[in-house]
């Protein structure tokens, strides 16, 4: 990268520097809602209680069918604090 190219990034960062800012701004803002309707999501009662049936179910029943689906739990994969 030569001097010349150097000088003009550094300019035109300096110029969109207002935008840039608006934009990450938007982007962060957008981030947080995000984050916070996850964290909503997460402590529903239906939420927890999925949650609490997939961690349990391998612990009821070794073999699940679905339609054509054939889901095989194994003891290796199981969180051992169920």
């Not at 997939?54 to 029943?61: E, G, I, N």
Request: with cysteine.
């Amino acid at each position: 990268m030569g001097f010349t190219e150097l000088l003009t990034r550094c300019a035109r960062a300096r110029r969109n520097v207002a935008q840039d800012l608006r934009d990450l701004n938007a982007k962060h803002t957008a981030w947080v809602e995000g984050q916070l309707k996850w964290e909503r999501e997460r402590h529903t009662k239906l939420y927890q209680a999925l949650r609490d049936a997939d961690k349990l179910l391998p612990t009821q029943a070794e073999e699940v069918t679905i339609g054509d689906n054939r889901i095989v739990y194994s003891a290796l994969f199981l969180d051992p604090d169920v």
